[in-house]
């Protein structure tokens, strides 16, 4: 190809047309321009195609992180409401004037359990790699960035709560290990061969039992505070995890807003929304009681959803959703919603049927049950109820 080009000029030159000649080589110029232009475009093609791919690859490692982590925070949370459904049965052992050596060793099992809840520690090996690369410009402005910066500030916030009450564990763990108690532990041992061994040192173990440092240790474990982090975490790995699989750096407005509602609002303003899917924002609480006290009312998360369940031995049971306003202490904290002219509630019942009352409280009226209500019935199929 290239002996036909210098064919062309040589034939040019020796017939003296210059102009034409001068042509020729401008077109000849241009062409290979050309190629280079599109050389180019071919290997900026292919060099982007590669970086897409790597950047992918980034995101797949992150997704294996975040279900690692959501693993691990299951397992955490299934340890910690054990833990906190343990407390009933502490509480009534602890504070009895005698104590059988299996109720002791049950108090030693839970508090053993406390010391061997340990850290949380999120893996961020993926998202690290990929922060240091020249691939996450292309994170740049997508819902992925936004959503993969705030579950990883959330993950912090959740080693950093965990790690101090670990040291708070060691702390009070340590000074139990120092005091001597009036018994040694090879008495315990004993009991295994000889029951008698224990009732001599009884007044030890509820001298022990019933001391202010076994009170703080046994305060921190009576309340599993990880679940409303866990749920959280658990929301945000969810959305992640289905954008990667999708291989999507977006993802549609509903999730966005269920996000924004884990978000603290300690403003006086009322959101438009109370609950999301099921899920409330930081600034909203569910509550229950009844005639029975409030265990006789169980309320479990599903997927997308709320569950009450009322005991049938009841009287009356109730649901309060209640706002925490500028952290008001004392006073009935309150949210305005005199911008607002109707609610809408989207309720069923487990077989239709079921009799309701709904009721928002002024901040003025009286804990008596005298508020305005509206009554509502139930189907067994999601309705939306308006209450103006």
Not at 117 to 137: D, E, H, M, P, Q
Not at 235 to 241: D, G, K, P, S, T
Not at 288 to 317: C, H, P
């Amino acid at each position: 190809m290239l002996r036909f080009f210098r064919h062309i000029r040589k034939t040019l030159m020796e017939q003296n047309k210059v102009r034409t000649y001068l042509q020729y080589a401008v077109g000849e110029i241009i062409l290979v321009v050309i190629g280079i232009l599109i050389a180019l475009q071919i290997n900026n093609w292919n060099q982007n195609r590669l970086e897409k791919e790597l950047f992918w690859g980034y995101l797949q490692n992150i997704h294996s992180n975040i279900e690692s982590d959501l693993n691990k925070g299951n397992d955490l949370n299934f340890k910690l409401d054990q833990i906190s459904n343990n407390s009933e049965t502490i509480i009534d052992y602890k504070n009895r004037s005698t104590l059988t050596y299996w109720q002791f060793a049950t108090l030693t099992e839970h508090i053993n359990t406390l010391e061997s809840i340990g850290l949380f520690k999120s893996n961020r090996s993926g998202f690290n790699a990929l922060s240091n690369t020249g691939s996450v410009r292309l994170l740049q402005g997508t819902d992925m960035e936004k959503l993969l910066y705030i579950y990883y500030d959330h993950m912090f916030s959740i080693e950093y709560e965990f790690d101090r009450k670990a040291h708070k564990f060691d702390e009070l763990f340590l000074e139990i290990s120092k005091r001597t108690w009036g018994y040694r532990p090879s008495d315990l041992l004993k009991r295994e061969t000889n029951p008698l061994t224990y009732e001599p040192i009884e007044a030890q173990l509820l001298e022990k039992m019933n001391s202010s440092i076994m009170e703080s240790l046994l305060s921190l474990g009576f309340e599993n505070n990880f679940s409303e982090d866990y749920l959280k975490m658990e929301v945000l790995a969810e959305i992640i995890m289905d954008m990667i699989e999708n291989e999507t750096l977006y993802t549609d407005q509903a999730n966005l807003q269920k996000i924004e509602f884990f978000h603290v609002d300690y403003s006086n303003e009322a959101l438009p929304d109370i609950v999301v899917n099921g899920s409330f924002p930081s600034s909203i609480e569910l509550l229950t009681a009844s005639n029975m006290e409030f265990e006789n009312v169980q309320q479990t998360y599903e997927s997308d959803f709320q569950r009450i369940t009322f005991k049938d031995s009841l009287l009356w049971g109730a649901a309060l959703f209640l706002v925490d306003s500028l952290g008001v202490i004392g006073d009935r904290p309150i949210k305005d919603y005199s911008n607002f002219s109707f609610i809408e509630l989207e309720l069923r019942g487990k077989n239709g049927g079921e009799q309701i009352q709904f009721a928002i409280k002024d901040r003025d009226d009286p804990d008596d049950g005298s508020e305005s209500k509206v009554s509502l019935q139930l189907t067994s199929k999601c309705i939306s109820c308006f209450c103006s």
